[in-house]
Nanobody, 130 residues
Framework: QVQLVESGGGSVQVGGSLRLSCLAS????????LGWFRQVPGEQREGVAQ????????QYPMSVRGRFTISHDNAKNTIYLQMNSLQPEDSGTYFC???????????????????????WGQGTQVTVSS
């Protein structure tokens, strides 16, 4: 059964840090693209980080580059998102997602759009206050 379970959200002040975790079922974790997306009400889900668990560099949009770090632990089927220097615009619901159609790969990288990810976690809330 495909499953993604996020944890680690919460409330922090501007400049603070949070670490999100996502435990994935083995069938979608191994040698696959997984990513983190965030969403605020009324807007589309925005990709903030993607990584291929079989190798290859992580991917970030300019809005979070240098502040967010995605990592993975193959022994635990888990990906992480370390978020530093958080700003109010980072607030939202954060989702873990997996590329179930395996569109991405180590050589060409992972997809970055939500439409290319077929499995999603339930989401975890991040609130950054000033």
């Amino acid at each position: 059964q495909v499953q993604l379970v996020e944890s680690g959200g919460g409330s922090v002040q501007v400049g603070g840090s949070l670490r999100l975790s996502c435990l994935a079922s083995a069938d979608i974790y191994k040698d696959n693209c997984l990513g983190w997306f965030r969403q605020v009400p009324g807007e589309q889900r925005e990709g903030v980080a993607q990584v291929h668990t079989g190798g290859g560099p992580p991917q970030y949009p300019m809005s979070v580059r240098g502040r967010f770090t995605i990592s993975h632990d193959n022994a635990k089927n888990t990906i992480y998102l370390q978020m530093n220097s958080l700003q109010p615009e980072d607030s939202g619901t954060y989702f873990c997602a997996a590329d179930t159609e395996r569109v991405g790969g180590v050589l060409f990288g992972c997809p970055t759009k939500a439409i290319d990810f077929g499995a999603w976690g339930q989401g975890t809330q991040v609130t950054v206050s000033s």
